[in-house]
Every structure is written in C-alpha cells, then in structure tokens.
C-alpha cells in the first residue's frame, strides 16, 4: 500500500485548504484511512478518519466543526477538508491506512500500518 498526500501550504487564520491523500496498491474496501498531524514538539494526534466501506467518520474534538474528511472510491482518494484554520492546526499533517480496523480504535495511530509522508500546513495569525 502506497499513500501519497498532498495539499498542504502556508494560509491564514480562517482560511481553508483541502489535503488529499492518494492510494494505491490495494483493494481498499474494508479500509480505515485516518488523517493524524504532528506539530513541532509534539507528539503525532488524530484528527480525523473514515471507514472506506459505509463511510463512517471519526473526529478529535479539536477539529469537529471545522474539517471534513471525505473519499472518492473511484480515485481511491481520502481528502481532508480544514476550514476556519487557526494558528494552533499548523503540523505535518499525514495520512494513513489501516485494513480491517474496527471503528473504536480509528482514532489509534497504532493501528495503522501504512503511512504516507506528510504534507505541511502552516497557517499564520
């Protein structure tokens, strides 16, 4: 499995960007696809993730309201929308694929074994 992101850029507080994770190698039906972040310092967080199958969705509290994940099966593309940015989402962002992960542990970043290499966003005050 191969994960390609992309997207990432400098912007202001209250803008947005779309990330967009590529994926390929796999039949990715029964997949998790899980966007975490790591910013400098700090350790690696979830933000948000979706089941490949049925779509369910999984948010970090510090995000809800404000990003949107979503997929195209037929690209095999996750995205990440990321609205009303602040000073304190700027990170690596990464994303990542996880084979029959159960709904629970989406949030977990060890239950993901494949990982792309990250695409920073950094937005300014």
């Known amino acids: 499995v191969q994960l390609q992101a992309s997207g990432g850029g400098l912007v202001q507080a209250g803008g947005s960007l779309r990330l967009s994770c590529e994926a390929s190698g796999s039949t990715f039906s029964g997949y998790g696809m899980g966007w975490f972040r790591q910013a400098p310092g700090k350790e690696r967080e979830f933000v948000a993730a979706?089941?490949?199958?049925?779509?369910?969705?999984a948010y970090a509290d510090s995000v809800k309201g404000r990003f949107t994940i979503s997929r195209d099966r037929g690209k095999n593309t996750v995205f990440l929308q990321m609205n009303s940015l602040k000073p304190e989402d700027t990170a690596v962002y990464y994303c990542?694929?996880?084979?029959?992960?159960?709904?629970?542990?989406?949030?977990?970043?060890?239950?993901?074994?494949?990982w792309g290499q990250g695409t920073l966003v950094t937005v300014s005050s």
């Open positions: 990542a694929a996880a084979p029959r992960i159960i709904s629970s542990s989406l949030g977990v970043a060890a239950s993901y074994p494949y």
């Open positions: 979706l089941k490949w199958s049925g779509g369910s969705t």
